[in-house]
T-cell receptor, first 117, second 111 residues
Framework: GAVVSQHPSRVICKSGTSVKIECRSL??????MFWYRQFPKQSLMLMAT?????????EQGVEKDKFLINHASLTLSTLTVTSAHPEDSSFYIC?????????????FGPGTRLTVL | EDQVTQSPEALRLQEGESSSLNCSYT??????LFWYRQDPGKGPEFLFT???AGEEKEKERLKATLTKKESFLHITAPKPEDSATYLC????????????FGQGTTLQVKP
């Protein structure tokens, strides 16, 4: 149980293009999903908190117009990196917290490796 | 400010050599302390949640314990497949669902 998928697992794009990453909770509903970024040999950096049916909450320093987040259903959140540049190359990981007051755990997806040329 | 510090940063063990990883934390109103395992190029895999001091949880060769200031992840007779980065995170009452992560401990178990 508590499986989270991400698609694509890897993406290579040219500078200036936009890339969409999907995050799905496969066997549970998630009112809250989280998007992280991870650089080599570093820990996870939270980018934003995504709540179903409402606007995402972005962490300080994260450009909301560059990293568009949509959480249209209880099982799907998307992250769109707009006008990507080489400095956006990173490992992006989503997590989902099961709906219900008793749940505090977050379950993570396998991650998406973005390379911007 | 909620904070998590993990030590050591890296740990090398021989197969069968038991050891412990430390996670020290300061948090306003602990709602949970979490241990995750992360393999290179993959997302973190959930291991344990601990809620209150004195609580212990076990899974195969891993045992997690919790005090009011720190948590330990004990690894008994590790195997090479236990090699990974182990992440500790806390959830406090001051953050809306946000986990505060430590920097992780990278464990290498040699055969």
């Amino acid at each position: 149980g508590a499986v989270v998928s991400q698609h694509p697992s890897r993406v290579i794009c040219k500078s200036g293009t936009s890339v969409k990453i999907e995050c799905r909770s496969l066997d549970f509903q998630a009112t809250t999903m989280f998007w992280y970024r991870q650089f080599p040999k570093q820990s996870l950096m939270l980018m934003a908190t995504s709540n179903e049916g409402s606007k995402a909450t972005y962490e300080q320093g994260v450009e909301k117009d560059k990293f568009l987040i949509n959480h249209a259903s209880l099982t799907l959140s998307t992250l769109t990196v707009t006008s990507a540049h080489p400095e956006d190359s990173s490992f992006y990981i989503c997590s989902a917290r099961p709906a219900g007051l008793s749940y505090n755990e977050q379950f993570f997806g396998p991650g998406t490796r973005l390379t911007v040329l | 400010e909620d904070q998590v510090t993990q030590s050591p940063e890296a740990l090398r063990l021989q197969e069968g050599e038991s050891s412990s990883l430390n996670c020290s934390y300061t948090v306003s109103g602990l709602r949970g302390l979490f241990w995750y395992r992360q393999d290179p190029g993959k997302g973190p895999e959930f291991l344990f949640t601990l809620y209150s001091a004195g609580e212990e949880k076990e899974k195969e060769r891993l045992k997690a314990t919790l005090t009011k200031k720190e948590s330990f992840l004990h690894i008994t007779a590790p195997k090479p497949e236990d090699s990974a980065t182990y992440l500790c995170a806390v959830l406090g009452s001051s953050n809306t669902g946000k986990l505060i992560f430590g920097q992780g401990t990278t464990l290498q178990v040699k055969p």
